[in-house]
């Protein structure tokens, strides 16, 4: 049995709304992540929002990183602060890059938004995150002369350069296949126990890769009769003894967690 204890609360989502126009898309989120320390390991969190196709995981992301204002209802940080737009690192799904600077470019950008880095270490910082994501060699190229893999990484790299502590990616396993899956989730492990506090949000619909990575699960679905999505369970997957270990997968709880949750999309 792994040791973890469960802290102060990171972000909290209260009473989330979202119409549009008569159409209710979101009804009365509830949602809470809190930090999850473990003796003696650096490990930030892995947050999964699992939900089909359509039903409203996009505009749950956009909310919670303080891109659009909900209809109703708060989204707030440590110390109760309001989310605001751009305190979050957030990395859509397609990928977006500025198509008329070069990738070293981006970075540079993104680095010298970060209060944290010293003008004269941001050369070191790129290249050294360039390596680790196997990009070094791409780094003078336009994000059109990149694969679809390889532009993720570069806007992933270029959101943790920024500096924040929350990491969201909406639909970070779609169209890859399965030795780049594989890279991807490597990777966004790597991040993950690189800071304590670090917070990695994944919106999916990959319910096997989503539940191998996270320690902890939402899902979004519609209660029958009522209109909107809303959070109809969160999963422990600590409790259950599925986070944190490499070869989850071949557990029976692991089989029997991705069942369950099958049921209920
Ligand atoms: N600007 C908009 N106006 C009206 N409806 C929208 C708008 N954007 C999204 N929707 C609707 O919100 C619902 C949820 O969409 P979305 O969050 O993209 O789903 P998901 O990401 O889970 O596939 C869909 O039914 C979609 O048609
Ligand atoms: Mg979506």
Redesign the pocket.
Known sequence: MMEYRKEEILLKAEKINLF??E?Q?LRDIDLCIKNIVRPGVTQGQVVSLL???????????RILSGLQKPTSGTVTGIDNKPIMQGDMGVVFQNYYLFEWRTIRQSLELAAKKNPQLKPTDIKDQIDQQAQLFNLTEHLNKYPQQLSGGQRQRASIIQQLLNGSNFLLL?EPFSGLDVIMLEKVVELLLKVSLSDELKTLIL?S?DIETSVALADTTFI?AQEDGKPGATIIKEVDLCERELAWEKDVKNKKEFANTVQEIKALL
Request: hydrophobic share 35%; aromatic share 10%.
């Open positions: 549009f126009g159409k898309v939900g089909r196709s359509g039903i409203g995981k996009t505009q749950l992301f909406d919106v619909h979004l």
